[in-house]
């Protein structure tokens, strides 16, 4: 059952603590973007995209106090369905990052990863407008295989930190906590994973398992205080790690395209030369 229009509920309670700490993320994490870098593959700016949504889905709890609207609540819940997929992707930045010393993994691995949660977002985001046009916002076939793309990332992370426990020695004793702070994770990952799985695949519990109708301690205690003690882990760690050699940050694409030029300009000289020759 939704709460009474113009009325300050438990609920919205949880979305004030959700503006308050994702704020402060949204900071941290435009402070580890200049650090570290703001491409993709260095993870950072996902912290940026994950707290925005965040920052998004909450106002829009908020704003439903006053204006309890389909779209409103379709916008609250599409925020909080995408959600998986940075919360997610942001271990992209620490296996990136570690297989720049190990060697294990080959890219392409990440990519295939990347691929499937953004599969998971895309089916998020359809699964979400369905729900909200549905008369009791409940979940749906896309949402369903939506969570199964982010569970199915997350399995491939574990994997991959297993792996890299195999060849501890080749990372760096200042890279290692980026290990640690994903195994403190693994915990409240799964916690946070069962408070999307459960309900999708076990309908008896599907009514309290709902960010806009649901048990709100529920909600709270198993998805809103996961995700700010993750991304506190995340922050804190990235915080401590020094900015990466230069021999290994990768070249920003503008410079890749000036060398691809370069070669191709002395390419064509040399072969003029040997013409004339």
């Not at 438990?10 to 700490?21: E, K, L, M, N, P």
Request: net charge positive; with cysteine.
């Amino acid at each position: 059952m939704l709460d009474p229009p113009g009325v300050f509920t438990y609920r919205d309670g949880v979305a004030v603590i959700q503006i308050f700490f994702f704020a402060i993320f949204l900071i941290f994490g435009f402070i580890l973007c200049h650090r570290h870098g703001f491409r993709r593959s260095e993870g950072w700016v996902i912290l940026i995209t994950f707290s925005l949504l965040r920052l998004i889905g909450a106002s829009f709890q908020l704003a439903s106090i006053n204006y309890p609207t389909d779209s409103v609540y379709g916008g609250a819940l599409i925020c909080e369905g995408i959600g998986l997929a940075p919360l997610t992707l942001l271990n992209i930045g620490i296996f990136g990052r570690l297989n720049k010393y190990a060697k294990k993994i080959h890219h392409k691995a990440f990519s295939v990863i990347s691929l499937v949660a953004i599969a998971g977002l895309v089916l998020g985001i359809y699964g979400g407008i369905n729900s909200s046009e549905s008369a009791d916002l409940g979940t749906n076939a896309l949402l369903k295989a939506s969570v199964i793309c982010f569970l199915a990332a997350y399995v491939a992370f574990l994997g991959l930190f297993l792996l890299f426990l195999t060849g501890l020695s080749r990372i760096p004793p200042n890279e290692r906590p980026l290990l640690y702070g994903f195994a403190v994770c693994i915990p409240f990952m799964v916690v946070r994973f069962m408070y999307s799985v459960l309900p999708t695949f076990i309908p008896s519990i599907r009514d309290n398992y709902n960010a806009l109708f649901g048990n709100v301690t529920i909600y709270l205690f198993m998805a809103v205080l996961e995700e700010i003690v993750i991304v506190a882990c995340y922050v804190y760690v990235g915080m401590k790690l020094d900015e990466l050699p230069p021999e290994l940050k990768a070249p920003p694409l503008s410079f890749k395209k000036k060398d691809k030029k370069k070669k191709r300009k002395h390419s064509s000289q040399d072969s003029g030369e040997h013409m004339l020759k």
